[in-house]
């Protein structure tokens, strides 16, 4: 993963789909803002290739930084990547603009 730059995002794709690979910000349709907090927002999203519906929490890079919580996101990012439980989403997409 590159290095955080405090003007990017990250961008964490969570959802019940099947994972696919690598994919950009260009990939997806904003759908609507689902939910906002103090440091991300949480968007509905659409793949453009597939059609599918996806939650796609930005996160500010400059509130992770500023605030030294890059190690809590990377364990978050983490341990959704392993989860496969019914009532948990998982992750399928973890991606920062540069």
Same mark, same amino acid.
């Given at each position: 993963? *590159? *290095?955080?730059?405090?003007? +990017?995002?990250?961008?964490?794709?969570?959802?019940?789909?099947?994972?696919?690979?690598?994919?950009?910000?260009? +990939?997806?349709?904003?759908? =609507?803002?689902?939910? &906002?907090?103090? %440091? /991300?927002?949480? @968007?509905?999203?659409?793949? &453009? /290739?597939? $059609? $599918?519906?996806? $939650?796609?929490?930005?996160? =500010?890079?400059?509130?992770?930084?500023?605030?030294?919580?890059?190690?809590?996101?990377?364990?978050?990012?983490?341990?959704?990547?392993?989860?496969?439980? *019914?009532?948990?989403? #998982? @992750?399928?997409? $973890? %991606? #920062?603009?540069?």
């Amino acid at each position: 993963m *590159p *290095p955080l730059n405090e003007t +990017d995002e990250l961008h964490i794709i969570y959802s019940s789909y099947v994972k696919e690979n690598e994919v950009c910000l260009e +990939d997806f349709e904003i759908i =609507k803002v689902i939910g &906002k907090g103090g %440091f /991300s927002k949480v @968007l509905e999203v659409r793949k &453009k /290739s597939s $059609a $599918a519906i996806y $939650a796609m929490k930005i996160i =500010k890079k400059s509130f992770v930084i500023g605030n030294n919580k890059v190690k809590e996101i990377m364990i978050e990012r983490h341990i959704l990547t392993k989860m496969n439980h *019914p009532f948990i989403v #998982q @992750l399928h997409y $973890a %991606f #920062q603009n540069v």
